[in-house]
């Protein structure tokens, strides 16, 4: 019973490492529920000396620290707790070669801005405490901030009849294979989108949502389409 109880504590335990204080209180409330324990530090010294300390299931770490880039600290982590599942937190461009190192290396990728209830999901999948709201962490390295609002059409039954709407939204990241996606209407996986404007660059036109969550602002949902051959 003892060493159950104490599997359970180490694993209800993270590590926030962010030079940002508003990052330290958002995401130390909002893992709270479950990890009761959240410890949040600045810069690369004070991140070393708690991974070398005790060990933290999960960490949450931004790439973009003060006098340093997060890359080098988050080979360190994965040196000395090769089991502390890595969320790399950024709101800058990644090229190429650093998407590999953070592919091979991290547990997934949050951009910057992130809804709350995005890294709640990404929390509750790391930890192992619901099989509901599985994140598409596959999607980690090969998306980029990509900020633009889009038209898109979806076809719904009213009364029985097929009816078109014509909607819009914000893309907030982008890749070869699929888009982030924040709109007010309550788009559920299925559906398919047929994009009107936005994705000039792109030879895609056609969506389909893979997973939609409720954010915690404004009843707005934070949706993740796949790109399907139109």
């Known amino acids: 019973m003892a060493q159950k109880l104490l599997q359970k504590f180490l694993m209800e335990r993270a590590l926030i490492i962010d030079d940002d204080q508003l ?26 000396h708690e991974i070398n300390s005790c060990f933290y299931p ?26 502390t599942r890595v969320v790399i937190m950024t709101g800058e461009s990644v090229d190429e070669g650093m998407r590999k190192e953070i592919d091979e290396c991290s547990y997934c990728f949050l951009t910057k801005p992130f809804e709350i209830s995005e890294l709640k999901a990404i929390a509750k999948q790391a930890l192992g405490k619901t099989e509901e709201e599985q994140y598409e962490v596959n999607r980690r390295s090969a998306r980029s901030i990509f900020r633009k609002t889009v038209h898109y059409t979806i076809t719904v039954l009213e009364f029985g009849k097929p009816i078109s709407l014509t909607l819009k939204g914000d893309i907030i990241d982008v890749s070869e294979v699929g888009l982030g996606l924040r709109t007010y209407y309550p788009l559920e996986p299925g559906h398919l989108l047929f994009f009107s404007n936005g994705l000039e660059e792109s030879e895609h036109r056609t969506g389909v949502v893979k997973w939609s969550m409720l954010t915690d602002d404004s009843y707005m949902y934070r949706v993740g389409i796949e790109f399907v051959e139109s």
């Open 23 to 48: 990052i330290h209180y958002a995401v130390s409330k909002a893992l709270h529920p479950y990890c009761p324990e959240v410890k949040a530090v600045s810069n690369m010294d004070d991140a070393l």
């Open 58 to 83: 999960l960490c949450f770490l931004d790439i973009a620290l003060p006098g340093m880039h997060g890359l080098p600290l988050l080979k360190e982590i994965r040196a000395k707790s090769p089991d």
